[in-house]
């Protein structure tokens, strides 16, 4: 199984920007791709970026030019850089990772974008 540790969530005023970090553990040497989700109070869960292993990152189009992921298969790590963050963008975030077997999700992190 592979175990996930998020962090980096936070408060931040309109036009400021984050970065979220999630660590994988366990049987790491299975995980294909890594992403990021976020689930807004009322909404239903939404991919906002994912990247696979060797292959073409795929984002949300209300994060295109804004937001950027990036993986670190050395440290089993998947990050997302947020820019120009907007009210919007509030909700938790959760890392997600396919691995041969099936799916691990993390907590969640919050995120709070103040207008």
């Known amino acids: 199984q592979v175990q996930l540790v998020e962090s980096g969530g936070g408060f931040v005023q309109a036009g400021g920007s984050l970065r979220l970090s999630c660590a994988a553990s366990?049987?790491?040497?299975?995980?294909?791709?890594m992403g990021w989700y976020r689930q807004a109070p009322g909404k239903q869960r939404e991919l906002v970026a994912s990247i696979p292993r060797g292959g073409r990152t795929n984002y949300a189009d209300s994060v295109k030019g804004r937001f950027t992921i990036s993986r670190n298969n050395a440290w089993n790590t998947v990050y997302l850089q947020m820019n120009s963050l907007k009210p919007e963008d509030t909700a938790v975030y959760y890392c997600?990772?396919?691995?041969?077997?099936?799916?691990?999700w993390g907590q969640g992190t919050q995120v709070t974008v103040s207008s």
């Open positions: 366990g049987y790491t040497f299975r995980i294909n791709a």
């Open positions: 997600n990772v396919e691995f041969v077997g099936g799916l691990a």
